[in-house]
């Protein structure tokens, strides 16, 4: 129990000296001490609650989720019946109400373009997404189910979740909570951001980026009053660009999206010197991207931000290569937003800023400080009772205890975790659990002697029996702790992760540790008597 050999002693200070040494960048920055530049400095990272930081809390236009389930289905109808071999006619096709109907030119073709549209109303997943009805012979009624529209809007939310994760992680911030609430909002809390409006202006923006071709034929007189020719519609300029105030007509289909981009970049025009966004299409995206502006050479296309004209310039040449730039009378900054914008991808849904606001790190440095205060004190008080009651062994728990707290940090800072207030509690917590690890320990090794164990047998027997049952306790609180973390969000999260952390390293250095430096120590002096 008490043998350990040289191997076994070399990795265990090993483990102990680089832990420790883990630490020390965040007690310098604690300490207002600057870390050598040359040496790597991870530290822990405080959560908003501890260096303040801005929060937003988002919310999504889930009717907007319904209408564009129904104009992506209006497309698939119509690309269906198409492709159908023969193809499929049918006459107008109606999207109001929430339902689409259409009718067939050929009564005799219900059976075949049922069968063509059953893979689409059916879905991809166990939810039913579209009911399908054939009313007077040969009209086609297609009205969404609500399980189909609640298992959209919650597809819909994981993609936003996941798109505001992609921009805030371009920011370059260290541990954001990135948090769905329910089920149509998020709540996004940035650490160290102490402007909230540009944290606003960049998860408010969809993103969704459009080339539509411009509809030369519709009348301006017309635009003026929202009217526009049939299979197009009216989209306005966006605010500050040169036509801002106006609208024009664009073709509704045969467009390109943005989801085929593969790359978006801030750079400069090289003759006018303004911002611009050079983007990169994908293999399918550049072919269709190049095929678009061959077959429509001279006549102007528009590129559409979030239902709003950047421009219309016309096509001189086609546009081959797969690459293009988007020009908007940009600022470097808004340049550079939407090309983080466009590469993270488009929101499939519009998030409304609700809620928005902002921590100061005067809280959290107050926080800190009483922590460090509140620790100290009652790390000192323990120091000197474990060392007047156990006296050399108490005085190997002191220095486990100390370890412990440095190993701590080391860890959580070598894996960029988080500290938040509740963080600090576990970590209070830890402390107290290594300190009642030893006691236990040393009570055993004390009850040994008093049924007249020889020091060496006693110490023996007190390490073996103890930590049985510290073992034991420890492993229901990890238990706990993983439990907190699956089911936990945001700060009972940061508390389950010290709390897990702390566990682990405060049974290495109580049992493991102190075990030994008191071998070493029965080895060197061979006590016969044992003061505890």
């Known amino acids: 129990m008490l043998d350990f050999p ?8 090993f483990l102990t000296l ?17 870390w050598p530049e040359a040496l790597p400095g991870p530290q822990v990272n405080l959560g908003l609650d501890l260096a303040g930081g801005s929060q937003i809390l988002l919310e999504a236009n889930t ?5 564009q389930r129904l104009e992506s289905m209006e497309e698939d109808v119509r690309r269906v019946l198409r492709q159908a071999s023969p193809a499929i006619r049918i006459g107008d096709l109606s999207s109001s109400n929430g339902r689409i109907s259409f009718l067939l030119d050929d009564a005799t073709q219900v059976d075949r373009a049922r069968e063509e549209l059953l893979p689409l109303v059916n879905g991809s997943g166990p939810v039913r997404e579209w009911n399908l009805e054939v009313v007077d012979g040969s009209r086609f009624v297609l009205t969404p189910t609500k399980n189909g529209l609640e298992q959209a809007i919650s597809n819909a939310m994981d993609t936003a979740t996941e798109v505001v994760r992609k921009r805030i992680d371009a920011l370059g911030t260290r541990e954001p909570t990135i948090i769905r609430e329910g089920d149509t909002r998020i709540s996004v809390q940035v650490p160290g951001l102490s402007d ?4 606003k202006s960049l998860l408010g923006q969809t993103a969704k980026l459009e080339f539509k071709l411009v509809d030369v034929t519709a009348l301006q007189s017309d635009i003026v009053q929202g009217i526009a020719p049939p299979g197009s519609e009216i989209v306005p300029y966006a605010p500050g660009t040169p036509l801002a105030g106006t609208s024009i007509a664009v073709k509704r289909l045969g467009g390109i999206r943005g989801d085929s981009l593969t790359n978006a970049q801030q750079s400069f025009e090289q003759r006018s010197n303004q911002a611009v966004v050079d983007i990169t299409f994908d293999q399918a995206g550049g ?12 006549k ?3 590129i559409i931000l979030d239902g709003q ?3 219309a310039p016309n096509i001189n040449e086609p546009i081959l290569g797969g690459k293009a730039q988007i020009s908007g009378s940009f600022t470097a900054e808004s340049a550079n937003q939407l090309a983080i914008s466009l590469r993270s991808g488009a929101l499939p849904v519009d998030l409304t800023v609700i809620q928005q606001g902002t921590v100061g790190p005067e809280l959290g440095a107050d926080s800190i400080r009483k922590g460090l205060l509140a620790m100290s004190i009652g790390s000192l008080a323990v120091l000197m009772l474990m060392g007047f009651t156990y006296g050399r062994l108490g005085l190997y728990a002191n220095a486990a205890l100390v370890v412990n707290v440095l190993m701590l940090l080391g860890v959580m800072a070598a894996f960029k975790t988080t500290l938040t207030l509740p963080g600090i509690a576990g970590f209070v917590l830890t402390i107290g659990a290594a300190v009642d690890a030893n006691v236990l320990i040393n009570e055993r090794i004390r009850e040994e002697r ?6 060496v047998a006693a110490i023996e027997t007190g390490y073996k029996e103890a930590s049985r049952a510290i073992f034991d306790a420890n492993i229901t609180n990890v238990i706990a702790a993983v439990l907190l973390f699956a089911f936990g969000s945001g700060p009972v999260r940061g508390f389950a992760v010290v709390l897990m952390i702390g566990i682990v390293t405060s049974v290495f250095t109580a049992v493991t540790m102190t075990r030994l430096w008191v071998a070493g120590w029965l080895r060197k002096a061979r006590p016969q008597e044992l003061n505890i």
């Open 63 to 67: 009717s907007q989720v319904a209408r």
């Open 450 to 455: 008093k049924r007249g164990r020889r020091v």
């Open 18 to 34: 680089t832990a420790v040494a883990a630490a020390l960048p965040t007690i310098a920055s604690l300490s207002g001490v600057k």
């Open 196 to 199: 909230p409006e540009a944290l």
């Open 6 to 13: 040289g191997w076994k002693k070399v990795w265990l200070w």
């Open 300 to 302: 102007p296309f528009a």
């Open 309 to 311: 004209v950047l421009s």
């Open 287 to 298: 072919k269709k991207f190049a095929d678009l502006t061959a077959q429509n050479v001279g």
